[in-house]
């Protein structure tokens, strides 16, 4: 089965600094690859998503991921973080059923918080 | 949380009830899913749909049931039977959930169930 790990459960980081959140992957095939950001009693939003093509991916709000086939890799990163950035992000994965219905297999999640 | 709407926002009921968690959405997707959100435990599957009138279980489907009659329209029930149904529950939506397309999913805002 395909899987994603998110190894931080908090990442702290001053407004202004560059930040990274962390996911590796598990997967047989080739990875679809994607991110969420949940704030607090809210939904999850869409913010990018690998499926093929340049390593560097661009997404919402300034956020991007660099996948790393070596490594398993898909950090989300950002040059300059906002304090409005505070939030729970999720890294998912696609995973295919038995019925050949495509579904999404989210990590545990991570929380950032960027402080003033 | 665009087309996707989820309500009550808040819920509560007594143990040994069974109550249905509404979820709507005006996207025009094909594809819908129900997610239970646990603290440190990420986002789990509990049923999707790829289609009007056909659902399948994910991976903790034990204690729920839903149905699809409109493309629209997918209501999760939490019966009885499910031990622990304090959680927060998350409705979905894709454009297509068949293998070979890989569209990212869209959440609504969530809906919080606490039983007592």
């Known amino acids: 089965a395909q899987s994603v790990a998110q190894p931080e459960d908090q990442v702290n980081v001053a407004e202004g600094n560059p930040l990274t959140v962390k996911c590796t992957y598990s997967?047989?095939?080739?990875?679809?690859l994607f991110w969420y950001v949940q704030y607090p009693n809210r939904g999850l939003q869409f913010l990018l998503k690998?499926?093929?093509?340049?390593?560097l991916v661009k997404g919402s709000y300034g956020f991007e991921a660099e996948f790393n086939k070596s490594q398993t890799s898909f950090h989300l990163k950002k040059p300059s973080a906002l304090v409005s950035d505070s939030a729970l992000y999720f890294c998912?994965?696609?995973?295919?059923?038995?019925?050949?219905?495509?579904?999404?297999?989210f990590g545990t999640g991570t929380r950032l918080l960027v402080s003033p | 949380d665009g087309g996707i709407t989820q309500s009550p926002k808040y819920l509560f009921r007594k143990e040994g009830q069974n109550v249905t968690l509404s979820c709507e959405q005006n996207?025009?997707?094909?594809?819908m899913y129900w997610y239970r959100q646990d603290p440190g435990q990420g986002l789990r599957l509990i049923y999707y749909?790829?289609?009007?009138?056909?659902?399948q279980k994910g991976d903790i489907a034990e204690g729920y049931s839903v149905s699809r009659e409109k493309k629209e329209s997918f209501p999760l029930t939490v019966t009885s039977a499910q031990k622990n149904p304090t959680a927060f529950y998350l409705c979905?939506?894709?454009?297509?959930?068949?293998?070979?397309?890989?569209?990212?999913?869209?959440f609504g805002p969530g809906t919080r169930l606490t039983v007592t």
């Open positions: 996207l025009n997707h094909d594809a």
């Open positions: 998912a994965v696609r995973d295919i059923g038995n019925t050949g219905f495509q579904k999404l297999v």
């Open positions: 979905a939506s894709s454009i297509d959930g068949r293998q070979g397309r890989s569209y990212e999913q869209y």
């Open positions: 749909s790829q289609i009007v009138n056909d659902f």
């Open positions: 997967v047989s095939g080739n990875p679809y």
């Open positions: 690998y499926i093929t093509g340049d390593n």
